[in-house]
RNA sequence: CGGGAAGUGGCGCAGCUUGGUUAGCGCGCAGCGUUCGGGACGCUGAGGCCGCGGGUUCAAAUCCCGCCUUCCCGACCA
């Protein structure tokens, strides 16, 4: 890790960003090209993210459910700008059982088309909706070029599928979702500032009426989308015959909304927070917020420490012992430092001799000797502190690399180091097409106080550009 | 699919130009000892069909031909 993943420029694929997840132990590259294999430290960070998420998305209201992972082919043609969006991308499974099969079963690329087979059975009456389901899956997309955890063949999301009475209602599930579960996660328990906005014409999922976004942006100043909520109009229903009844007797088509969010916010965690030493874990995602670390077993150190995990449990905090006294000190606690550890609290006889243990910070660095007696108030502390300061330092630089353009070519100027906001008239689908040219997109659209547009040619809109991951 | 690079113990590499003893180095791994309050050191040791197939030769990791795979750049990426 020469470069810091906090300053380095890098044009394409950063190598420390790879480093960093490798020496983290975070995930493995798989057998098949673009594939990954999930370390147990990894996908670690994945669960709390599931049960951080998960929360959020029933508090919103929906349940989850499980649907085939094979999807018949003729499932995938019902809708056509849905087919058109991925059919290069799909894995596409021709024999089973020995034989070639009638029709071929493609492994799902996201799940719409299945789920809305079921939704059309399940839907008969406006008394049926909303109908509201969450999916934990795997998905698999043939990308021409994977990134580890920012683009996978083979990834992990979550998936929600909705089908409500009317468009008003569809809308503001999508917005809600994006708001309260999104948003919300990203910027509490990631600590990740995101540009909460609508995508263009020409980043929006084919099949969607409308495409909502939350946008990151990463150490080295590109973005990267860190989810996004499909408003589908009657798209889909339309295609699967979702219809119901109203409470006027008539029939009509439901309105739907499909979300997700991927094990790509490991990636986008590991480059929005990560920095010389490796990973940065913000405390309210981590899995072990405090490392013990024992340095040496003699003179009631071991019992010290014992004593100073089983009160930092009782007061909440997710907390692991390191007694691994015959492995050096050192060793132990680079690897805590790699590996993210927002605090690691140092327990040794040369400071109980004087009745302190050592707090440590990850983000900072920072050491502070404290009472063994006060350990406990201060870890609590230090780690919303952490989390705050996080969070701060990853705002301030978005807000650093951030300008304001006036013009297509001082767009493109600026996007070579982050963002750039220029008036949406002033760009358009033209300037748009100009800037893709240099590998710049349209990140989002936002109203000038940053309230999500209804349309992409409402007056006075804000883009945002940028090079993405 | 175009352009570039690389395949040698688990990982990272050297050796190849100019064929020739037993294929070497760092990290990691195992054992022992000394260490161990910031990635320790010493000694001993395990681990290799040199990507695959063919050819040239007395002799191939090395030269020639073919193939395969991976990585990087680009196209693509809801």
């Not at 409308?210 to 860190?226: H, P, R, V």
């Not at 010290?304 to 905090?317: K, M, Q, S, Y």
């Amino acid at each position: 890790m020469a470069k810091s993943v906090l300053t380095a420029q890098s044009e394409n694929y950063p190598q420390w960003y790879q480093d960093v997840v490798a020496k983290a132990e975070l995930a493995d590259n798989g057998p098949v090209r673009g594939t990954m294999v999930i370390r147990p430290y990894g996908y670690a960070i994945w669960e709390r993210m599931q049960r951080e998420l998960d929360d959020r998305i029933k508090a919103a209201g929906a349940r989850n459910a499980y649907f085939p992972l094979f999807i018949p082919e003729s499932y995938l043609r019902k809708e056509a700008q849905h087919v058109e969006g991925f059919s290069p991308e799909l894995a596409v499974v021709t024999h089973g059982g020995g034989k070639e099969l009638e029709e071929p079963a493609v492994v799902r690329p996201t799940s719409e088309t299945i789920i809305n087979v079921f939704f059309a059975k399940w839907v008969q009456s406006h008394r049926d909706l909303p109908l509201l389901i969450n999916q934990w899956a795997n998905v698999v997309r043939w990308e021409l070029r994977p990134r580890v955890f920012l683009r996978t063949t083979e990834f992990l999301w979550q998936e929600g599928h909705t089908a409500h009475a009317s468009r008003e209602d569809a809308r503001a599930y999508a917005v809600r979702i994006l708001r309260e579960v999104y948003e919300d996660f990203a910027l509490n328990v990631l600590g990740l500032p995101v540009l909460v906005g609508r995508k263009t014409e020409r980043e929006r999922f084919a099949g969607a009426d409308a495409t909502y976004t939350i946008e990151g942006m990463m150490g080295d100043g590109k973005a990267l989308q860190m989810g996004t909520s499909h408003e589908l109009g009657q798209n889909f229903s339309r295609a699967f015959g979702i219809q119901f009844q109203d409470d006027t007797g008539g029939s009509e088509h439901a309105w739907q909304t499909s979300w997700g969010v991927s094990t790509r916010l490991v990636g986008a965690l590991v480059m929005g927070h990560g920095d010389d030493a490796g990973l940065r874990l913000p405390p309210n995602l981590a899995p072990t917020q405090v490392m013990v670390v024992l340095v040496r077993a003699e003179d009631g150190a071991a019992e010290a420490a014992a004593t100073l995990v089983a009160d930092l449990r009782r007061a909440g905090a997710r907390v692991e012992l390191d007694e691994r006294v015959d492995t050096s000190f050192g060793r132990r606690a680079v690897e805590w430092e790699l590996k993210g550890v927002p605090v690691r609290v140092e327990v040794g006889p040369r400071d109980l001799a004087e009745g302190n243990a050592v707090v440590v910070r990850r983000d900072t660095g920072a050491k502070d000797a404290v009472a063994i007696g006060t350990a406990v108030d201060r870890v609590v502390t230090v780690l919303g502190e952490v989390q705050a300061a996080l969070h701060a330092e990853a705002l301030d630089r978005r807000d650093a690399r951030t300008v304001e353009a006036m013009s297509v070519d001082e767009a493109r100027e600026a996007a070579q180091s982050g963002f750039a906001r220029v008036p949406w008239e002033r760009v358009g689908e033209e300037g748009e097409d100009a800037l893709a040219d240099s590998g710049i997109s349209v990140r989002c659209l936002q109203r000038p106080d940053g309230g999500l547009p209804e349309s992409s040619s409402e007056a006075g809109l804000v883009a945002t550009v940028g090079k993405a991951y």
